[in-house]
Nanobody
Framework: QVHLVESGGGLVEPGGSLTLSCAASGSTADKSPIGWFRQSPGKERDFVAAISWSGDNTLYADSVKGRFTISRLNANNTVYLQMNSLKPEDTAVYSC??????????????????WGQGTQVTVSS
């Protein structure tokens, strides 16, 4: 069982930066790959980025590659999503999710078992 709580969302101007946090707790939190997904009104939930349980491997959607950075600090079981050069199309509810232990970095929705409640990110002038 893994419990996830996101924080750090808010309103930011285009070109600005924001850092999201995902605090994980539970017996297997430190062995779980963690992913970030986002969903805009009327759209499907999309993969954004993911990181392996060790933090050694990461994966990004093409739309955020070079602008977003995912990292994790296992000492406090927290995963961060640093978002730079934000665009209006990045506006969405961002959710983190945990997958059962594996070596590979998962990116498909069905691979993730536990989900946080989400945090709103709005990019607007």
């Amino acid at each position: 069982q893994v419990h996830l709580v996101e924080s750090g969302g808010g309103l930011v101007e285009p070109g600005g930066s924001l850092t999201l946090s995902c605090a994980a707790s539970g017996s297997t939190a430190d062995k779980s790959p963690i992913g970030w997904f986002r969903q805009s009104p009327g759209k499907e939930r999309d993969f954004v980025a993911a990181i392996s349980w060790s933090g050694d491997n990461t994966l990004y959607a093409d739309s955020v590659k070079g602008r977003f950075t995912i990292s994790r600090l296992n000492a406090n079981n927290t995963v961060y999503l640093q978002m730079n050069s934000l665009k209006p199309e990045d506006t969405a509810v961002y959710s983190c999710a945990a997958a059962p232990f594996r070596i590979a970095v998962p990116y498909r929705l069905y691979e993730y078992k536990y989900w946080g409640q989400g945090t709103q990110v709005t990019v607007s002038s």
